[in-house]
Nanobody
């Protein structure tokens, strides 16, 4: 599975961005798509995830109510709509895919099998 993320950029606090992730290759082998982010000097953290089949969604507490993850199965696309952005949302955002659907480990990056390149999001104050 190959993943290609895009949509990052510079935005003012309170603004919005939509990230996109295109999946190609053996996409049927993945059951969950996720977004992670890594800020300068910090560890990578989970942002959101969605299951391909049911569309079940999972969010980090820090983004609940502001970010929305969605998918388009026909296009093999996953999106992350980010609203009410804050300076602390500044990070490199990565999309990832995993083969297994296990709710208890949804937030663990180590459980994801495929990763795309990052897209930079900068939120100015």
């Amino acid at each position: 599975v190959q993943l290609q993320a895009c949509g990052g950029g510079l935005v003012q606090a309170g603004g919005s961005l939509r990230l996109s992730c295109a999946a190609s290759g053996r996409t049927f082998s993945s059951s969950v798509m996720g977004w992670f982010r890594q800020a300068p000097g910090k560890e990578r953290e989970f942002v959101a995830a969605i299951s391909w089949s049911r569309g079940s969604t999972y969010y980090a507490d820090s983004v609940k109510g502001r970010f929305t993850i969605s998918r388009d199965n026909a296009k093999n696309m996953v999106y992350l709509q980010m609203n009410s952005l804050k300076p602390e949302d500044t990070a490199v955002y990565y999309c990832a895919a995993r083969r297994t659907m296990h709710t208890a480990t949804m937030t663990l990056g180590s459980q994801y099998d495929y990763w795309g390149q990052g897209t930079h999001v900068t939120v100015s104050s």
